[in-house]
């Protein structure tokens, strides 16, 4: 999670305390670890894409010529934009309730927030699933004011799927924008109410512009972890909002097709790796920022 | 073009803590005030009311002859400039300084002069393109006084705006400052924790102590005549010496210090003889006189020198009075040639020496 420190200090500072090779030997059987039991299997299966008794590309032509296949990347890209949205304006409001409500009451807030986030994934899904089914609470209740009459299909959509990706994500967002908000010094929301803005003035001007930084991070540590989420839409989506890491899930564990798993996985992997690096450039050209707060 | 500012008995208490007590002065228009007090004072929290950030507990605030006390700070239209500068980090210097403009909704072409000017004034021209992080804190120091004068506001208020300078640089920002202030005839409150700040800037200072304004008076009254211990010993250099009262002689008040010493001084304004009663008298370095032998005809205080220290224009002798080793502060010319341990006599000018009652609620 990267909160936004005013002054990086320590970083030098712990290169003073310890030694090159005393970093080294801290650092390296986690990178020993992480060789063997990630980038390693993480290669073989990215590599086993393009091989079918010698080097092809019939997994790549399939997965790009198949509709199936690139309407499922289109839903992904297209879900993780709509629940990165949606985390953007229900998130936001909530970052700044926090940084601005006094004691008792931002730590009320903050804990709404973080203990959900402590919570296990597959245990907030199974929430919603006891939420949207056809007998669950949201239906009970639209059948009791009488809104409808038959319960609603709220189950295995796309609708359940954004719903329940958007709040098992809103901590990634809440907690850059919070962070970017607290370092904006108090005193100039206050100069620019003094020079005459209006308290919206004071939030579009400079409030809002100075959470950019904040703003960006979440966003997009919000949509690669939407790109490649796995089970909440596994959970609580249906045939009809398949996205391209339960497509990879079926190709490994059901049709044990390991080459085509591969060559959906690179897809996946060069699809947001291009996106996050077209958001750093555009973050990047944003003036100001690049020259910190 | 400056207006008149009138706090009238300002109370702000801060969950049963008074932070501001009675505050009442009038500024008149186009005057520079100084509130003057140590940290935590409540110097502040009395300029965050008169900008309309802080409700007063109780009290009113009136600019020129309208009372403002519940009006919105973006609406009193004053002019601030903060103690960190507050400028906008992610506007140049020519959008924040034309924050303010843009608020008022001026037109663009009427905008780009008056920052223009502007800029001018503060001696800035060509930095217009340059972010606030590009700038040095002397210039940044400038941008937040352009912009806080751009709208020609009628009062401008400062929270010590000179704390983060190095010495040189502040006492030429003070020097422009006040130049600025004059030319524009703009009515300027002042925060500051530096005497000798508030006493080179002001038309008049209010020292203020534990959320009270101790006096307001002009730079030189404030200095000769204290108005009460706190003031004498927080402006300027100053003994403070515990004595009682014992008579009145041809020389002269006699007194006696805390150790037993006495000694007279002529022409000293004794307005309660109460020998009962603990008094205190205040007497600047520079008044008093130092000499090897008492050659007058009055007793004076007897004393031995502790340490010289050479000054440049003057030497300050640390003089050792009484069995409790009170230092007393004596300003000589540069080339005295006191020695540690030497006999000293102390003559103090009646006329320039101020005496308080030891009261209960001095500090
Ligand atoms: N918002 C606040 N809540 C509680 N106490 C405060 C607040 N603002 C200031 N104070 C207190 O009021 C006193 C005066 O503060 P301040 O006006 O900032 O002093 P100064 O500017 O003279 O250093 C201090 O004791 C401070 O702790
Ligand atoms: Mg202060």
Known sequence: ?293 | MGQSVEIKDVWKSFGGFDAVRSATVKIQAGEFLSLLGPSGSGKSTLLMMVAGFLQPTSGKILIGDEDVTAVPANRRGIGMVFQKYALFPHMTVFENIAFPLKMRKLRRSEIESRVGQALDLVKLRDLGSRLPIQLSGGQQQRVAVARALVFEPPVLLMDEPLGALDKKLREEMQFEIKNLQQSLGVTMVYVTHDQEEALTMSDRVAVMNHGEMQQIADPKTLYREPGSPFVADFVGKMNLIEVTYVDQTASGALLKTAGGNRFSIQNLAVSTPDPERPMKIAARPETIALSRRNETSGTLLEGTIHQCVFMGSMTMVQVIVGPEDEVVYVQTEADASYKPGEVAYLEFDGSRTSLFAHGPDEN
């Not at chain 1, 907690?175 to 939030?203: E, Q, R, W």
Request: include cysteine; charged fraction near 10%.
């Open chain 1, 1 to 293: 999670m990267s909160i936004k420190e005013p002054h990086n200090a320590g970083r030098s500072d712990s290169r003073i305390l310890y030694g090159a090779g005393m970093s080294w030997s801290l650092i390296l059987p986690w990178l020993g670890l992480l060789v063997v039991g990630f980038a390693y299997p993480v290669f073989k299966l990215l590599s086993g894409s393009f091989f079918d008794d010698g080097f092809t590309l019939v997994h790549y032509q399939r997965a790009v010529t198949e509709p199936l296949y690139t309407a499922v990347l289109l839903r992904t890209l297209r879900i993780a934009l709509i629940v990165t949205v949606c985390a953007l304006l229900v998130g936001y409001p909530i970052a700044y309730a926090i940084s601005k409500l006094v004691r008792p009451w931002s730590m009320v807030v903050a804990a709404c927030v973080l203990i959900p986030f402590w919570t296990s994934i597959l245990v907030r899904s199974y929430a919603w699933i006891v939420l949207l089914q056809r007998k669950g609470l949201i239906n009970t209740l639209l059948i009791d004011l009488g809104v409808t009459s038959e319960p609603l299909r709220l189950l295995y959509t796309e609708f359940a799927v954004i719903l329940a990706m958007t709040h098992v994500l809103l901590p990634f967002l809440i907690l850059p924008v919070y962070g970017a908000l607290k370092t904006i010094p108090a005193d100039l929301p206050m100069a620019a109410y003094n020079l005459g803005a209006t308290p919206i003035k004071v939030f579009w001007k400079v409030v809002f512009p100075l959470s950019l930084p904040g703003v960006f991070a979440g966003c997009l540590i919000t949509f690669i972890l939407a790109l490649g989420f796995y089970i909440t839409p596994a959970l609580v989506g249906g045939p009809n909002s398949l996205m391209m890491a339960t497509l990879i899930g079926q190709q490994t564990t059901q049709v044990l097709n390991w080459p085509f798993a591969g060559a959906l996985a690179t897809i996946l992997l060069i699809t947001t790796v291009v996106l996050a690096v077209m958001f750093r450039t555009l973050l990047a050209k944003n003036r100001g920022f690049s020259s910190g707060i």
